[in-house]
């Protein structure tokens, strides 16, 4: 099935934001602790980090999808009789 590309431009931005916070905050408190100017310093880091990750999985989504789609058809050839 062909995904739309306003489905896949939604779906990046999207996917960035929920991976994007996530992994800058959960990096950051790992790194620094809670400190002073902890929420700024995490405010930076988002958005230095989602302007790079929606290209990307604008770009590697498809190529993944494929690698997907190509495993499930091995697997499913495999568990044939």
Known sequence: MQTSL????LFAIIMALFTTSLVTGVVLVVNLGFQPGFFRIWGLSFLLAYIIVV??????????QRLVDV???SVGRQ???
């Open 6 to 9: 306003a489905n896949r431009i």
């Open 55 to 64: 290209p990307f999985i604008l770009i590697v989504g498809p190529l993944v």
């Open 71 to 73: 495993i499930i058809i």
């Open 79 to 81: 568990s044939l009789p």
